[in-house]
């Protein structure tokens, strides 16, 4: 999402920190060149302005132009105002009974699927949450919203087929909440393209009568400066309590995550990274702030891997490779934890300085469709062939082409890299040097490289 700004930036500190002495000129150069960023990062004009402003006023004392290391405590003055301005700490949900969440913004923003998300969310925090759905004009969002339910085994209120009355919905929602032992009732409601003033009365009344604990602005973060009249519209009308940020995974700018929280005074609480329903995390303003200036989010990482890996089959699976029984079975089974993680460029992208690492890498090194191609020439082969590689010979791997929809070469390549792989992971040796090479961005960088030129995945 912010990897332009996050290059811009880069350049720009980079600059700054080859500098020997610092002077006011130096500071106002580099300034304005992170204001124009900001700006082309689609960062609403008053919110950079006075960010800038309050950078630069920390940057001008005597104890920073004479320190020894001037350019990073700058960096540093930026890191905390960026914070700041994201919203300093995450602020989590009320979830006091009787809680109820009113989930309000534009049509195509995000609303019915980050719903759908919370409660999956919230069900594996122990709670038991309802979905409610009150998009009373789009029939086929309420079909969504019960398909999306099904999927994560969630209870849904659904409304009659033609039912006008959204407080009457609303109120027949909540006694099925009581009667299913509901602890978090989630309203999805309908948006628009444009706000008016129909779809703001309704959510007024219905606001009014539901008495939500949070009302959450689900905004696009694609939306750009019209994200900040966005909010504080539904702001004014209904007092939102917090936002939830939608497609972060995209090639938007994202000016709106630095802008919303500033200009409304209300948290950023969740961040929405993909399209599947468990790819919603909590937002941590100095986590991003750190991804945006290139130190990578660990934290996050890691929660992420711990969240969607079997620790049992990884621990299964690493014994087998120290024993040097690694077989292609287990390489299925290690590319579908891979693809359980969501697209590698997302995931490794919360990586300190993959942005430098990845210009590195091969073209198409992160692609997924590789993976996929890989993972049906294995599932080609029979259980014999890959329990034993070794007998895959010219007609089996003939047939295992076929059968795949792969070329002979691609097969044959396959295979003689998996068997390089296997004498490398019996090999303590060379085993050791690689995990070794994973502590820290140029040995990661390093190895990327290898696996983007060793392996057609």
Known sequence: MFSALSDSLDKTFRNLRGVGKISEKNITDALREIRIALLEADVEFGVAKDLIARVKEASMGEEVLKSIKPGEQIVKFFQDELT???????????????ARILMVGLNGAGKTTTSAKLARRLKKEGRRPLLVACDLYRPAAIDQLVTLAGQIDV????????????????????????EKGATVLIFDTAGRQEIDDKLIEELKRLHAFIKPKETMLVADAATGQQAVSVAKHFDDAVGITGIILTKLDGDARGGAALSMREVTGKPIKYAGEGEKLDQLMEFHPSRMADRILGMGDIVSMVESVADKVNEADAMR???????????????????????????????????????????????GALDNSKLKRT???????????????????????????????????????????????????????KMKNMMKQMGGAGGMGDMMKGLGGKFPF
């Not at 020439?377 to 329990?387: C, D, K």
């Open 317 to 363: 699976s690493m014994k087998r490779m120290q024993e040097g029984k690694f077989d292609f079975n287990d390489f299925l089974d290690q590319m579908k934890m891979i693809q359980n993680l969501g697209p590698l460029e997302g995931l490794l992208g919360l990586m300190p300085g993959f942005n430098k690492i990845k210009k590195q890498l091969p073209a």
């Open 155 to 178: 209870p849904v209120f659904a409304p009659d087929r033609g039912e006008t009355d959204l407080l009457k919905v609303a109120r027949e929602a909540i006694a099925y909440g009581e």
């Open 84 to 98: 700041r301005v994201l919203g300093g700490d995450n602020v989590p949900l009320d979830l006091n009974p009787p």
């Open 375 to 429: 993972e049906a020439i294995v599932l080609s082969m029979t259980p014999m062939e890959r329990s034993r590689p070794e007998i895959i010979k010219g007609s089996r791997r003939q047939r295992i082409a076929a059968g795949s929809g792969a070329s002979i070469v691609q097969v044959n390549q396959l295979i003689k890299q998996f068997g390089e792989m296997r004498k490398m992971m019996r090999n303590p040796g």
